[in-house]
């Protein structure tokens, strides 16, 4: 089992800024995979940013590309989302995950190859 809990969320004006932190505990962090996911009201979770074990492959979603960094630093069991430029359509609850396997391209983006999920935190960004 490991444990994820998120923070770092809250309301922000278009064009702002907030980093995401994500800490583990329970298991080996560093032979996780990690992702965030996002969940608008109304909507199906999607996928955002995904960090291979080692942070040395990344994957992002089409319209946060050259807008967020996710980064992860092994030694303090933490992932990161590094959101800049951020437009209303980001308002979501946002969770990372874990898997504790290999992600490719396809796998980085699919919320059932994750079997940890945190509890979420809220970002809202005004007009």
């Known amino acids: 089992q490991v444990q994820l809990v998120e923070s770092g969320g809250g309301l922000v004006q278009t064009g702002g800024s907030l980093r995401l932190s994500c800490v583990a505990s329970?298991?080996?962090?560093?032979?996780?995979?990690m992702g965030w996911f996002r969940q608008a009201p109304g909507k199906e979770r999607e996928f955002v940013a995904a960090?291979?074990?080692?942070?040395?492959?990344?994957y992002y979603e089409d319209h946060v590309k050259g807008r967020f960094t996710i980064s992860r630093d092994n030694a303090k069991n933490t992932v990161y989302l590094q959101m800049n430029s951020l437009k209303p359509e980001d308002t979501a609850v946002y969770y990372c995950?874990?898997?504790?396997?290999?992600?490719?391209?396809?796998?980085?983006?699919?919320?059932?190859?994750?079997?940890?999920w945190g509890q979420g935190t809220q970002v809202t960004v005004s007009s």
């Open positions: 329970g298991r080996t962090f560093s032979n996780y995979a």
């Open positions: 960090i291979s074990w080692t942070g040395g492959i990344t």
């Open positions: 995950a874990g898997r504790p396997a290999f992600i490719n391209a396809i796998t980085a983006r699919a919320t059932a190859s994750y079997g940890y």
